[in-house]
């Protein structure tokens, strides 16, 4: 099971009411808490909704505008991107099966993933309006470009990639 902490825009874009309550992961999983945001494209009514992991800001792109109709697309695009990114066979496996056990909606609760977000958006946002087409905005490349993304590791207080969270932790070959 997940946790999905979306933005005040998206739930309501959504038409869905937040959980009170913050589920724990399952024992050993490590996809568990996700941020969910609605991204402008430039292209009239066409628009992205970004999933973040917290804390590896392992990123996750769907065409559309709601929680309900892109959550089948993150389930589906999660693994691709595992795949394309040399994640284990064993990790890819037992987080797809937990994170497909199901999940609850909650609103967003660490400025920190909020400002991290915020950068990334900003970045997202420009290169798609650089797109001659919106069926043209290749998300496979930004979400492996993202995965070089240098952010500040509160834990240990260095800047990391995303790539060097999951390979320090040994998932990735």
């Known amino acids: 099971m997940i ?5 005040q825009k998206l739930l309501k874009t959504s038409g869905l009411q937040p959980a009170m309550y913050i589920s724990a992961p399952s024992e050993n999983q490590y996809l568990h808490a996700w941020y969910a945001k609605l991204l402008s494209t430039g292209f009239p009514g066409k628009l992205l909704v970004m999933y973040v992991h917290q804390p590896s800001l392992l990123l996750v792109l769907t065409r559309g505008r709601s929680i309900n109709t892109t959550l089948p697309s993150f389930f589906s695009r999660l693994p691709q991107l595992l795949h394309r990114n040399n994640f284990k066979q064993e990790f890819i496996e037992q987080e797809i099966q937990l994170v497909e ?4 909606i909650s609103r967003t609760n660490n400025r920190s993933m909020l400002g991290s977000m915020n950068a990334i958006t900003v970045n997202i946002e420009t290169s798609c309006r650089m797109s001659p087409l919106y069926e043209l905005i290749n998300l ?3 979400e492996d470009d993202y995965l070089d993304w240098f952010t500040l ?18 998932f990735i070959n």
């Open 101 to 104: 056990e199901g999940y609850v």
């Open 3 to 7: 946790i999905l902490h979306a933005v």
């Open 140 to 142: 496979d490349d930004i």
């Open 153 to 170: 590791d509160a834990a240990s207080g260095r800047y990391l990639r995303t790539r060097d969270y999951w390979v320090e932790r040994g």
